[in-house]
């Protein structure tokens, strides 16, 4: 079974500019969560999209946002790039909600790259 | 408070040492808990899965749990220097997944 995909890998972008990432879980999970990484900060989460619906959001400003397809697939936007935004953004995703304890197992993508510059 | 805690490190072990990671959780609608390895540069990988209060072991890993406790801790035996990464716990509850910090560990050759 594939893993969880995301595109681009790696990504240069300019302030003032917005960006959009791209995540596919693997095959019948149907719940995607977005993290931000930066050094010594850990995993900030950013969202969580089940069924096409946000389920969870965390502490981010609204320049963040997400979407989730039929298929699963799920994309972020980040708009109006600050330098701060400079991170590893990984998508995890699991398979559901309320389908017993290891519906809690999340299996994350490789993460892309965004620096800004 | 922190929902999930850990100690940041980092812990450094001798090779073929015991390494002992911990964490401790808030929220007692956690039900399930992870352990994650994540090396400098990649994405976190899911290396332990507990539901129920005690011990799992999968070869060189072993994973507690103790519910009334609130504590989750990580045992790594005959460390090797290729488990020099960043251990992050997370707790699964109430449809939500919640992550540590993470603690750095170093196994020192």
């Known amino acids: ?117 | 408070q922190k929902e999930v805690e850990q100690n940041s490190g980092p812990l450094s072990v001798p090779e073929g040492a015991i390494a002992s990671l911990n964490c401790t959780y808030s929220d007692r609608v956690s039900q399930s808990f992870f352990w994650y390895r994540q090396y400098s540069g990649k994405s976190p990988e899911l290396i332990m899965s507990i539901y129920s209060n005690g011990d799992k072991e999968d070869g060189r890993f072993t994973a507690q749990l103790n519910k009334a406790s609130q504590y989750v801790s990580l045992l790594i035996r005959d460390s090797q220097p290729s488990d020099s990464a960043t251990y992050l716990c997370a707790a699964g509850g109430y449809q939500k997944v919640t992550f540590g910090t993470g603690t750095k560990l170093q196994v020192i050759p």
């Not at chain 1, 300019?14 to 969560?33: A, D, E, F, K, M």
């Not at chain 1, 109006?80 to 991170?87: I, M, P, R, V």
């Open chain 1, 1 to 117: 079974k594939a893993g969880v995909t995301q595109t681009p890998r790696y990504l240069i972008k300019t302030r003032g500019q917005q960006v959009t990432l791209s995540c596919s879980p693997i095959s019948g999970h149907r719940s995607v969560s977005w993290y931000q990484q930066t050094p010594g900060q850990g995993l900030q989460f950013l969202f969580e999209y089940f069924s096409e619906t946000q389920r969870n959001k965390g502490n981010f400003p609204g320049r963040f946002s997400g979407r989730q397809f039929s298929n699963s697939r799920s994309e972020m936007n980040v708009s109006t790039l600050e330098l701060g935004d400079s991170a590893l953004y990984l998508c995890a995703s699991r398979v559901g909600l309320a389908l017993g304890l290891g519906s809690y197992e999340q299996y994350f993508g490789p993460g892309t790259r965004l620096t800004v510059t």
